[in-house]
Every structure is written in C-alpha cells, then in structure tokens.
C-alpha cells in the first residue's frame, strides 16, 4: 500500500527543493541589488563633495 505513495512523495520532494532553490536565488538577487545601489550611493558622495566644496 505504502509503495503507491512513493512516487508522490518523491514528486512533491522534487518539486519543494525546485522551490526552495527559487526563493533562495530571488532572495539572494535582491541582497545583491541593494548591495550595488549601496555602492553607487557611496561612489556618488565623494562626487557630491568635491561640487559643495568648489
């Protein structure tokens, strides 16, 4: 009885690490995204600086 189930399980167990690894990607694109608008930021203010300054 239990034998029929065993494709099932291995299906949804295929299937919720194809999830997992999609969230875990989006979640890591995200981080990097506000990492580089970070890095603009800070590559903007020495910019910013020298103009006040003139």
């Known amino acids: 009885m239990l034998e029929h189930y065993f494709g099932i399980i291995e299906a949804i167990f295929v299937f919720s690490l194809a999830i997992a690894f999609?969230?875990?990607?989006?979640?890591?694109?995200?981080?990097?995204k506000?990492?580089?608008?970070?890095?603009?930021?800070?590559?903007?203010?020495?910019?910013?600086?020298?103009?006040?300054a003139s």
């Open 22 to 32: 999609y969230v875990w990607q989006m979640r890591d694109l995200k981080k990097e």
């Open 34 to 52: 506000l990492k580089a608008e970070a890095r603009a930021r800070e590559a903007e203010r020495p910019q910013q600086r020298n103009t006040d």
